[in-house]
Every structure is written in C-alpha cells, then in structure tokens.
C-alpha cells in the first residue's frame, strides 16, 4: 500500500513539473508537439527510474562506507550523464526522426533538474531501494504526464485565435501555471 501512495503521490500530488518546479526547461522546450513530449517523456523515465536505482546503490555502497557524501552531487551528475548517453544512443539507432525532433534537450537530460532532485530527494526522505525506484518511476511518469497534457494544449492554441500580444510563449506560461494551479488540487488526495 506503501508504493502505491508513493506512485500517486510522484504523479499527481508532487508532480515534478507543476509542484515542485523542477524540469521546467524540456517542459517548454519539447512540448509543442504531443509526439515529442510523449518520447521525451519516455527518456526521462528510462534516466529517472535507472538513475534512482543506480545513485542508490552509488550512495550507500561507495559515498555512505567510505565518508564520501560530499561528492554525492558530482557522483549523482555522473551517472545520469552516462545514462543520457545510453538513451541518447539508443535513440538514435532506434528513432532517429525522435532524436532529431528533441535536438537540444536529449543531451539537456543530464543537466535537467528533475531528474538530479528525484536522486537526492531519494537519500533526503531516507527511501529504501525499492521506494526510491518507485518514486523516481512515479516522478517520470508525472513529468511525462504532465508535459504530454501540455503538449497537447499547445497544438489545440495552435488552432486558437489567441490575441497577438499573448501568442506564443506568453499563453504557454499561462496555460502552465493553470495546468499547476489545476495539479493543485490533488495535494488533498494524499
């Protein structure tokens, strides 16, 4: 029961991108279309679930035993970039009409603060291994949630008549923070 309110909480109740904040930069980047974000979303939660399972192991079987805790953010920043390069690799192989349409913001994973706070939000809330995959699992899926639903938005403005000193960016971060304020509402659930 544990790991399932841990799920939906990581989705919905602390989402990434619409309660916490973090991950914003692909969030506008990547979604002006629905097929872009769902892949990037798919990336993020490949980096986010491995790099939750893998900064775990790093962090109580190097950094913990041998007084290294200091060195977790570098050691953390490592293992992610090294996990962006798999994922950058297999996409291109696999997709690479997807890995031409996320340009810029594949590589940016590494830097993407989402997926940094999911591996220290981790040790801060003292979760075991399982939790700590569950809640980096769950905090992908709500960022993948959250910048698909965004995505689709933003081609339905597309469409829109919007006025013109609001087209573009300006209803973008419009519609996000009511997309937030929407999220808001789940923070009664839990």
């Not at 939790?131 to 699992?137: K, L, M, N, P, T």
């Not at 993948?144 to 013109?164: D, H």
């Amino acid at each position: 029961m544990n790991l399932l309110l841990l799920l939906v909480s990581g989705i919905f109740v602390h989402n990434f991108i619409l309660s916490r904040f973090l991950g914003i930069c692909p969030f506008l980047g990547v979604s002006k279309q629905i097929e872009t974000a769902f892949g990037m979303g798919i990336a993020v939660t490949f980096v986010m679930g491995l790099a939750s399972a893998i900064t775990y192991v790093v962090q109580y079987t190097i950094l913990v035993p041998y007084g290294l805790e200091y060195l977790q953010t570098i050691a953390f920043i490592l293992v992610i970039a090294t996990l962006v390069q798999l994922v950058e690799m297999v996409i291109k192989k696999t997709s690479p009409t997807l890995y031409e349409a996320l340009g810029v913001y594949l590589p940016l994973i590494t830097t993407n603060c989402a997926v940094l706070g999911v591996a220290l939000l981790n040790i801060q809330y003292g979760y075991n291994f399982i939790e700590s995959v569950v809640f980096g699992i769950a905090g992908a899926l709500g960022f993948m949630l959250a910048i698909v639903l965004f995505a689709g938005i933003r081609e339905r403005n597309e469409l829109s008549a919007i006025p013109k000193a609001l087209d573009g960016f300006p209803i973008a971060l419009i519609t996000a923070g009511l997309m937030a304020i929407a999220f808001l509402g789940f923070s009664g659930m839990l």
